[in-house]
């Protein structure tokens, strides 16, 4: 029986406490992008399975949760956001100005091994910038990156962003004789993460050698006019401490065509928070050609920032205060006497009115009770209604500070003039 | 190729327009049951097919969007969201005091014929009391639903709560000996969509006639406690105009168990914008007897509710003004010399510090293109970065007022204070 109450493999429940820390991470996504001027979009969560096998081959295409409809259809629940964007903009660009900046916060499905920091269902943050091939457009989105996670309360120290452009390497694999470009973007993209041998045979199958790449990457010599042109971008700003050249970024996905970046963990190094790059041929693709329009993007996902955060004491403290006060019932009306249930239930009906949080008993409890449910709910003011009504008690929570209400005071508007300041003298 | 750009039949594309009316809902709801004291929680899309099946019989399962994962488990993508809540909450309900007050916007999935408001994939909003048997907490669900379609701006004689109690039927039954109960609510459920001598045949083959229950419906003396405990509820509240008993509302859904109600759009009776009722036995069948929990609950999806604001012209006109809000940028900077890039990138960046929504050109233009852009982006002001850089001209992009800030203004402070208060004099 306990089964059947667990949620499938790789899922997660998200019960209150769980849904504020997500709530946290969108709030925090969605309020910085609005800030940069980035409009949000939403696409469906069953996509036609054409839409990704055509895309991105390879890494992705293995871990799809996909299925057959009542109808046949070949569907797919979205592994990523990027495909669906392309072909949303590929159809209704006209519509809009050029650049686009659209983000979007959604849920992602992957059929793969659930382990931590990995599941089945996760939540992502995606922007992108598209119609615009500059360089400004990848900074932009850097900068972006950089400031959700300072919004996050991380500082410089906490997180590096490093910086690489595919077109670099398009280079050496030109001057070296490599013809199996994604084979050896793929060697590269794993030179941190597997044996040196296997990368050393990957390389040698492709023409090339470990040393040869390894020279490459510790060549400025090498950063491209894009590299140098972000950068800049980003001293502009103030953000060039948060930035590093590394040309052994390349990032996984086959359909990334120049600038590439990933925001990581500084603590640990090789933990990647959010990453992305430019796609200028995606939406060429998905239109066989027929529209082409230069694209870059970036996503984060809502595990391992959450893990960073949980593992930052300054970001922690930060989330922390933001969901105390998330939690905070601001008035909890207290029904002394059932006999003024009536009265009460016009109080909290007014309170509300007034747009503030509000709360009370549904059913007749003692009076001792409810202060205790008061205190669950982390009510700042308790209203008592009893017997000598229309008189009310106020009672400050956190200092147990209790007076009373004339009749002739406006409950309603006192309240709201309590809430807007601290509790008061015997609090401090 | 067009059909390659399209989302599948029954799943909807939101570009940031639609995307921001869907959010005007999502935040109205989030909005009043906050201030209601309700909590957000979030369940899985997918969940085990066993959990629907077990639970909500007839009407439901044959609309299941139901497939084998690659492990061979049977899925469905959730076609509501009282299953899973009832499922998270008997595993997890010693971790809450009780009632339980929670709230969830997500979307669901049901494979139907797409057809004008019943989509393949929606939104849904969803509020439940558990833990509450008493009618208080169904007051409390329905003066919620209410005040929300007060915040979407509907006012008295838009709309009507018409409220029921399966428990008035159950009477019925016993008195008339219809055992088939399930059967005979189907027949009543339909009453008003259905051919009289459809109705007809369906009820005498339940042991009752049309005539019958027309005469139970029509008879105050039916009226259960329940019933008049929620109508005195909600009339100290204040909210007694806004409600009806009216018996002949029994909802579809076979888990429903007491007290059952519907908000109907007034000018056109038959359209229901949300809908729920008690389901007191639902946590104890999924828990095979180890829980019980009683529970109240309401769904209003996105559909519906979306037509009704388009048709109401006062509810249209309060959404159209918070869109306009939403959609503007707070702050343009114009680039009007390119040397001064770094400058301009410099201001953007603090103006977006101080939390400012601040856009830009990402690509060099000339000017009148970037005020056009401005214009696009619904600017309030734009700043224009030149050649008599640190001086800066301000420009009121309604009244296209112009001035200039010498160059020992701190412009973000500045910014912030103009953004405080109305456009100014030229305005007016």
Chains 1, 2 share one sequence.
């Not at 010599?221 to 700003?237: F, K, N, Q």
């Not at 970046?261 to 430019?278: C, I, P, Y």
Request: charged fraction near 25%.
């Amino acid at each position: 029986m306990a089964n059947a109450l667990q949620p499938l493999p790789g899922f997660r429940d998200f019960a209150p406490p769980e849904r504020l820390v997500a709530r946290y991470f969108f709030e925090a996504w969605s309020r910085v992008a609005s800030r940069y001027g980035f409009s949000e979009f939403e696409a469906p969560i069953v996509e036609g399975a054409a839409l990704y096998l055509k895309k991105s081959g390879g890494e992705l295409s293995s871990q799809l949760f996909r299925f057959a409809d009542q109808g046949g259809r070949d569907c797919v629940l979205r592994p990523e956001l990027t495909a669906s964007l392309a072909r949303i903009v590929a159809g209704r660009q006209r519509d809009f100005p050029k650049p686009l900046k659209w983000f979007e916060i959604g849920r992602c499905f992957r059929y793969e091994k659930p382990q931590r920091g990995r599941l089945r269902e996760f939540y992502q943050f995606n922007a992108d910038v598209l119609g615009e091939p500059s360089p400004a457009a990848d900074a932009e989105l850097i900068a972006l990156a950089i400031d959700i996670m300072r919004e996050l309360g991380f500082v410089a120290g906490d997180f590096v962003v490093r910086l690489s452009d595919r077109r670099a390497w398009q280079g050496f694999c030109d001057a070296q004789g490599v013809t199996d470009v994604d084979g050896f973007l793929q060697a590269v993209d794993k030179l941190d993460r597997e044996p040196a041998e296997k990368t050393e045979a990957r390389l040698r199958a492709t023409g090339t050698t470990t040393e040869a790449v390894q020279g490459f990457i510790s060549d400025p010599g090498h950063h491209t006019g894009g590299l140098a042109a972000v950068r800049s971008d980003l001293e502009a700003r103030g953000l060039g401490d948060f930035v590093e050249i590394d040309l052994s970024v390349v990032r996984g996905l086959a359909y990334y065509s120049g600038l590439v970046f990933e925001v990581f963990d500084a603590g640990r190094a090789l933990r990647s928070v959010a990453g992305g790059g430019r796609y200028d041929n995606l939406v060429a693709v998905l239109t066989d050609g027929a529209t082409g329009l230069p694209a870059t993007g970036f996503a984060m996902g809502d595990c391992v920032i959450a893990e960073l955060v949980n593992e930052t004491p300054h970001a922690l403290a930060r989330m922390q205060a933001w969901r105390q006060r998330q939690r905070t019932c601001e008035v909890y009306v207290v029904i002394a006497d059932e006999g003024q249930r009536p009265a009460a239930m016009r109080l909290v009906s007014d309170l509300r009115a007034a747009g503030i949080r509000t709360d009370f008993p549904l059913a007749p409890a003692r009076v001792n009770r409810q202060f205790k449910a008061a205190g669950h709910a982390l009510a700042r003011f308790a209203v008592v209604v009893g017997s000598e009504f229309p008189e009310l008690k106020l009672k400050v929570m956190a200092s147990r500070h209790e007076e009373s209400l004339a009749p002739n005071t406006d409950p309603v508007a006192c309240l709201q003039q309590r809430l807007a300041q601290p509790d008061g003298p015997l609090l401090a």
